[in-house]
Nanobody, 117 residues
Framework: QVQLVESGGGLVQAGGSLRLSCVASGRISRANPMVWYRQAPGHQRELVATIVSGGTTTYADAVKGRFTISRNDAKNTVYLQMNGLKPEDTAVYYC???????????WGQGTQVTVSS
């Protein structure tokens, strides 16, 4: 069984920064990417960034150049550094990982990010 716990969200002014963390308990698959998603009110959940164990990353066009995803496998943690935040970045941010035993997909409970203009 894997549990994911996100933290680091909050209220920030436009142009500010936040660093989200997602700590996984239990064995997660290092062969599969760890992923950050977000969901704004009235919108579908959308992919923000992915990272695989070797360090290869991908980003949604809306966050390229502003957000950086990283992971520390020794700590079973994935991070999302968010700079140059915009009001349209306001959403609940979720992390997702794959279990190493069952290869089930696990989600965290989400952390709220609110960017004021």
């Amino acid at each position: 069984q894997v549990q994911l716990v996100e933290s680091g969200g909050g209220l920030v002014q436009a142009g500010g920064s936040l660093r989200l963390s997602c700590v996984a308990s239990g064995r997660i698959s290092r062969a599969n990417p760890m992923v950050w998603y977000r969901q704004a009110p009235g919108h579908q959940r959308e992919l923000v960034a992915t990272i695989v164990s070797g360090g290869t990353t991908t980003y949604a066009d809306a966050v390229k150049g502003r957000f950086t995803i990283s992971r520390n496998d020794a700590k079973n943690t994935v991070y999302l550094q968010m700079n140059g935040l915009k009001p349209e970045d306001t959403a609940v941010y979720y992390c997702r990982a794959t279990g190493a035993v069952s290869y089930s997909i696990y989600w965290g409970q989400g952390t709220q990010v609110t960017v004021s203009s």
